[in-house]
């Protein structure tokens, strides 16, 4: 029986569900600050940037692999002829790397420089820019394993790691790509560990920040290693000392520069190169593998067209009408 519209409701009676209205959803609800933090790391790591600048590093990078394995860490084959001397770091221990020996030494150099040659142009990224990375590693892991460990090369490996992953990349591509976005700033984010992890070894090594800036650091480098451009501070400790202090403050604050723009983040990374260059000069210490993945800052894509205009210019010249090649 249906009750009619004139009966009346008993005041303060409760309503059952089907009579209450749909409550619609409020327009301005805004999800918790979890997941608002949660997305915005997420747009952090992968802010897009133009795929010709991932094209333009990538060569950088794989070109410098070259050099690094011909110049700088050119120890590999000579460790395979004292095996026993060999101390795997934690990841050559927890990865199933080979024994040092000679040859395995000239597989891996082989493989990184065929590897890097064609990693460079382009040609199947994902799949020669991976065996890439698992050969020098493989390199690194044999360099670093009798009893010296250089920091320097922390983000040169992440960069041969994380390139691959964005795919292919063309020089005249500016269209946005997160993927290749996340690769440099991967990279980025391994250049700048690497001055705040020397900063946290040196108060892990000496127990506290003043002990090793009031030190003798500079003076015992420069007394064994320093160039005529620098001896003379031997004479003023105060600057030493000053200069110690500027560097670990520099080296802890280094995470600045992803909160820079513009000419302040080029003042940031022309600080630390000049700082390089100083460090080269004087005391022989170059740290070109981090020098080198501080590319992964600027805007490189800018560098694609002026090169490709020249190639252009180049190759529409063609043979002079009086060469041996022109037609007859």
Not at 212 to 226: E, K, L, P, S
Not at 245 to 255: K, Q
Request: proline share 9%; net charge positive; glycine share 8%.
């Amino acid at each position: 029986m249906t009750a009619s519209p004139e009966q009346p409701v008993t005041p303060g009676a409760a309503e059952t569900p089907s009579s209450a209205p749909p409550t619609a959803a409020r327009p301005d609800a805004r999800p918790g600050a979890l997941p608002r933090a949660a997305r915005a790391v997420g747009r952090w790591w992968t802010s897009p940037v133009p795929l010709a600048r991932v094209a333009v590093l990538r060569v950088a990078i794989y070109l410098f692999l070259i050099y690094d394995v011909l110049a700088l860490t050119n120890d590999v084959i000579p460790h395979g002829y004292a095996p026993d001397l060999y101390q795997p770091t934690l990841i050559g221990r927890l990865l199933p790397f080979p024994t040092p020996s000679p040859g395995v030494g000239w597989l891996l150099l082989v493989t990184i420089i065929v590897g890097s040659l064609v990693a460079a142009t382009g040609l199947l990224p994902r799949l020669v820019g991976g065996i890439v990375a698992v050969a020098y590693l493989a390199w690194m892991v044999n360099s670093q394993g009798f009893a010296y460990v250089s920091h320097d090369h922390l983000a040169l490996i992440i960069a041969t790691w994380v390139l691959p992953t964005v795919g292919r990349a063309r020089f005249t591509d500016l269209r946005p790509s997160e993927a290749g976005g996340w690769a440099l700033r991967a990279i980025q984010v391994a250049t700048v560990a690497t001055y705040v992890g020397s900063a946290v070894n040196k108060v892990a090594r000496t127990g506290s920040p003043w002990a090793w800036a009031n030190g003798a650091v500079f003076t015992w480098a420069i007394m064994r290693r320093g160039s005529e451009l620098i001896t003379w501070t031997l004479e003023y400790p105060w600057v030493l000392r000053l200069s110690q202090w500027g560097l670990l403050i520099a080296e802890f604050l280094s995470p600045v520069v992803f909160w820079l723009r513009g000419k302040w983040l080029a003042f940031a990374i022309g600080f630390f190169l000049v700082f390089h260059l100083a460090t080269y000069l004087s005391l022989g210490i170059h740290f070109l593998p981090t020098v080198i993945c501080w590319a992964a800052f600027a805007p490189l894509e800018r560098l694609a067209p002026p090169v490709q205009a020249v190639w252009r210019r180049l190759s529409r010249r063609g043979p002079r009408p009086g060469s041996a090649t022109a037609g007859a």
